[in-house]
């Protein structure tokens, strides 16, 4: 339950935060910290704080895959809290449906990262 919580509550919380996260040149991201060039996932806490205003052009910038990782997000949490409240199993059943493309999600996530390091 606690885990559907974290997934759910990053969308209100984004739309409650936008000055702290967006207006800042802080970054918490340790690859980019220690690389100096960002990572596949960087940009998506501003991306998300964008699109929670509605600013969907400004979340694009930011990370154009952001409403795939929304959506992910979403459908996790929603699972969860399911099988947290209803005792199911959908979980299990999830993953067992998308483990056979975890090998393509992978290599998309690292050509994805490797275009972005060498252009971002």
């Given at each position: 339950m606690i885990s559907s919580c974290v997934l759910l509550g990053a969308f209100p919380l984004a739309w409650l935060l936008p000055s702290a996260v967006v207006h800042t040149d802080f970054s918490i991201c340790f690859f980019r910290t220690v690389v100096g060039k960002p990572c596949p996932l960087c940009g998506l806490t501003r991306a998300f704080v964008h699109a929670a205003h509605g600013?969907?052009?400004l979340a694009c910038n930011y990370h154009p895959f952001w409403?795939?990782?929304a959506t992910i997000m979403l459908v996790?949490?929603?699972v969860l809290a399911?099988?947290?409240i209803a005792g199911?199993?959908?979980w299990g059943r999830?993953?067992?449906a998308v483990?056979?493309?975890w090998p393509a999600i992978i290599l998309v996530i690292v050509i994805y990262g490797v275009v972005r390091l060498f252009t971002g």
């Open positions: 600013q969907f052009d409403y795939v990782i996790l949490g929603v399911v099988d947290a199911t199993d959908a999830l993953a067992s483990r056979p493309w």
